[in-house]
């Protein structure tokens, strides 16, 4: 028993965050809080950042519940790098240092189809306005942010680590299928946007040149693949995409939680340059 006890020490030993700082772009959102979550879980102190000041004091309330004293906030456009190195100088001005970056913002454009409007959605109409915007938060924003943060953790030589946010459509087309409506003309039925795969797959190239670049310098980077949460959407889709799943459902939101443990601690401290794809077995169907 004594050595099952010194075993299951060292495990968590590997996992303890205790003493470690994590930045968690996004974070108001549903993911966000429960990646903050999952941090907070094992010791680590998490710096919640969002554009939105009203949800970002909301997901602090409910985080600092269980974890007094270890939930900071700062609100910062991701798409501004004057507003992410000001952040930056604020937390290194009161002593803070970075040693996790969890680039998560993204805007995920929820599928939803008008009668007799043409949906935008679809590629022929796609605005490139929403391009531009979408891409900027999604993509650009991971780069400036570890652009900035990744610099740091380098440049004092203590190393760092950085998990991107990606998706299981990282890896694999959307099946546009999951999206029909009845009665909808081909030119109008409703799809995942273009922009979505673009991001998330480019988030993957991000992670793989990031693993290279700082890696002499002590900085790894790794990406994280979720599928879909089940936060209860429509039963016909639910229905459509749990077909498509060897594990016939959805995630639940807190499944994730040890993934991003296990990618943001001594645990994976020889995992660089991957991406870990947890989606119920649909990419291997």
């Known amino acids: 028993m004594k050595g099952e006890t010194k075993s299951g020490n060292a495990a968590a030993r590997r996992f303890d965050l205790t003493g470690r700082t994590a930045l968690i772009t996004g974070a108001a959102g549903l993911l966000g809080r429960e990646h903050a979550a999952a941090l907070l879980e094992v010791g680590a102190t998490v710096v919640l950042t969002d554009i939105g000041k009203s949800q970002l004091d909301a997901a602090v309330a409910a985080l600092q519940l269980d974890a007094p004293g270890r939930v900071l906030a700062r609100t910062m456009d991701v798409c501004s790098v004057e507003a992410i190195r000001e952040a930056a100088q604020q937390l290194a001005a009161s002593g803070r240092r970075i040693d996790i970056l969890v680039n998560n913002a993204a805007i ?156 943001c601690s001594d645990a994976s401290a020889y995992m660089n340059g991957q991406n870990v794809v947890i989606d119920g077995g649909r990419s291997v169907w």
């Open 108 to 263: 995920d454009p929820k599928v939803q189809g008008n009668e007799g409007v043409v949906e935008t959605s679809r590629l022929e109409n796609f605005p490139l306005e929403q391009w531009n915007l979408q891409v900027s938060v999604g993509l650009t924003g991971a780069f400036l942010c570890s652009q900035v943060f990744g610099a740091a953790m380098a440049r004092d030589g203590k190393g760092g680590v950085i998990v991107n946010i990606a998706s299981d459509l990282s890896v694999f087309s959307p099946d546009q299928r999951l999206y029909r409506r009845a009665g909808l003309p081909e030119d109008q039925q409703p799809v995942k946007p273009v922009t979505y795969s673009v991001i998330k797959a480019g988030l993957v190239g991000l992670t793989r040149y990031l693993a290279t670049y700082w890696a002499d310098r002590g900085v790894r980077s790794n990406a994280l693949s979720p599928g879909g949460v089940f936060t209860n959407q429509g039963e016909e889709f639910v229905q459509r995409l749990t077909a498509l799943i060897p594990l016939g459902r959805m995630a639940r939101r807190e499944e994730y939680r040890a993934a991003l443990q296990f990618l």
